[in-house]
């Protein structure tokens, strides 16, 4: 299945991108310089956007390059929105 | 009600495309006057949803406000698919200002405000978003006095240069010759309704003495300022703007005669052998508070 791709690796932003999940879950896969320190807080962030969108079966891979909250809401929304209505 | 009083005029609005995440944090440090968030031609029609979502979120959570700047974004056109769905978004992101480009028409000034009247209900929104018009072709140069009345909305108007010269079929002249028309028209308009008035961009981000030559131009036409795409024109503005420290001291002088002609009742005064009269202490005052805002000696 096709993925859905949104954001981009230049610094500030992050990439995401969305496909569907075989393991009967949400996987949230995270690859950042910042993993120690802001890792817990970016998976929230995405977690709870799922649960807004009600979305648990979406396998979401990110390329982190130091992307502030409001850019990993906005990222989150836009990638799901389009998951969503693929 | 508004949410957010200026203090200083408008010189310089920076275009800063609404898909660069990196851009809304940097923008802030460069101070102009206004941001001109950008959905319209620098966002790609496959990411404008992308970048609709991080002017929501972004300006909800950076207070540009707080640091002197206005918001404004610059939307899709009322010919586009991504109209109403900008609104929309501008209306979320609480911004302060939106510009509709290719504005023809008071419909389409008429089309604006009810969309904004509807959004701002649906958020629930405690001020009324104010509106910078943008005319791009002919037939909106000619119809600008009528539109930029349309709405108490409006607080400024300006010339987008691109797209009136392909409507024109006229050619790009070394000194802007083919603009004289509509910018001398759009000052017109833009004084007789008391609104700011901008200018168009000027492309060569590396050439500050062609930058200046320009600005100082259109200054001296009655324009308010230009809109800008890289950070250094806002310097080279400012620059233009800046009072000498001559003129300053002249200002102030002549702030203090006119308060003391104040004191004794009188309405013109003799200043360095000239009358002067209420207008012209105005325009000094005028200097002073952009002294003021240069943190200039004397004038805080």
């Known amino acids: ?86 | 009600m508004v949410k957010f009083d200026r203090v200083k005029p408008r010189k310089h609005m920076l275009f800063v495309p609404a898909d660069r995440p990196s851009l809304y944090r940097d923008s802030v440090f460069y101070k102009p006057d206004t941001i001109m968030f950008d959905l319209e031609d620098a966002v790609a029609y496959s990411e404008k949803d992308a970048a609709r979502m991080l002017l929501i979120e972004i300006l909800n959570d950076i207070d540009y406000n707080a640091s002197g700047i206005e918001t404004c974004v610059r939307i899709n056109g009322l010919d586009t698919e991504f109209f109403e769905k900008d609104i929309e978004a501008c209306i979320k992101a609480k911004a302060n200002m939106i510009r509709l480009p290719k504005a023809e028409t008071v419909d389409d000034v008429n089309q604006l405000v009810a969309l904004m009247e509807k959004y701002e209900k649906e958020n629930n929104l405690d001020y009324k978003l104010k509106i910078f018009i943008a005319f791009e072709s002919a037939l909106g140069i000619l119809n600008a006095f009528e539109v930029a009345k349309a709405s108490d909305r409006i607080v400024g108007i300006a010339l987008g240069g691109m797209d009136y010269l392909l409507d024109l079929k006229g050619s790009r002249l070394p000194n802007r010759e083919e603009l004289l028309y509509a910018r001398q028209h759009l000052v017109h308009v833009g004084r007789a309704l008391k609104l700011d008035v901008f200018d168009v961009v000027y492309g060569n981000t590396s050439d500050d003495q062609g930058f200046i030559n320009e600005f100082k131009f259109i200054k001296s036409l009655g324009f308010d300022g230009k809109s800008v795409i890289h950070p250094n024109q806002i310097r080279l503005i400012n620059e233009v703007y800046k009072p000498t420290q001559e003129q300053l001291e002249y200002a102030l002088e002549m702030k203090e005669a006119f308060e003391e002609s104040v004191k004794l009742g009188k309405g013109v005064f003799l200043f360095k052998g000239n009358m002067v009269d209420k207008p012209v202490v105005e325009k000094q005052l005028e200097i002073i508070e952009l002294a003021k805002e240069f943190d200039m000696e004397g004038a805080l």
Request: glycine share 6%.
């Open chain 1, 1 to 86: 299945m096709e993925k859905i791709v949104v954001g981009s690796v230049e610094s500030g932003d992050l990439m995401m991108s969305i496909s569907e999940s075989s393991a009967g879950h949400n996987e949230i896969v995270i690859d950042s310089k910042f993993i120690q320190q802001y890792g817990d807080e970016i998976k929230e962030i995405i977690s709870n956007i799922c649960n807004e969108y009600n979305v648990n079966n979406a396998k979401i891979e990110v390329n982190d390059q130091g992307a502030i909250p409001a850019v990993i809401r906005a990222r989150t929304k836009t990638g799901l929105e389009r998951f969503l209505n693929k």
